[in-house]
């Protein structure tokens, strides 16, 4: 099977019933997406797979064969895309384990609605929990990167 990752091609031969966060995590080594609660309830393990966020918790990698997934080491470089730098700029994360899903979760909402209303942003945020409460800071972060990125 062949996956796309991050801008990179991957075969994998393995179990096509795996959640792609196992294969993320385990197999490629990229770490930065996290397990929350493996019922796809919380957030903390979103991706993007063409340009849609996506629980890899309970995605299987078969469903994402020819794919682009994007995770969150994946969406720059340099860790410097706008909402990256709005995060660090209002000092966002308590404990930081829910803010590479906030970021990819936000991420997606910007790029197709790059001007979204309140209730759009709080609906598209929603179904990512914070255990610290950092509700504020992440929609104000939010803000502030399509104050940056225009």
Not at 1 to 29: A, C, E
Not at 76 to 81: A, K, Q, R, V
Not at 101 to 121: C, F, K, N, Y
Request: with cysteine.
């Amino acid at each position: 099977m062949r996956l796309h990752v991050n801008g990179r091609p991957h075969k994998f031969s393995g179990d096509r019933d795996m959640p792609l966060l196992w294969y993320l995590r385990d197999v490629l080594g990229l770490t930065g997406t996290k397990y929350g609660c493996g019922a796809a309830l919380c957030g903390a393990c979103t991706v993007h797979q063409d340009g849609l966020a996506i629980r890899s918790c309970v995605t299987p990698v078969a469903a994402v064969e020819n794919s682009e997934i994007v995770t969150i080491e994946g969406l720059s470089e340099s860790g410097d895309h706008v909402l990256q730098r709005a995060w660090v700029e209002l000092g966002v994360p308590q404990c930081g384990y829910c803010q590479a899903g906030q970021i990819m979760q936000a991420a997606a909402l910007l790029a197709e609605s790059p001007d979204p209303s309140d209730e759009e942003l709080e609906g598209a945020m929603s179904g990512n929990i914070c255990r610290c409460g950092a509700y504020t800071r992440i929609k104000a972060a939010i803000r502030r990167a399509q104050d940056i990125g225009t």
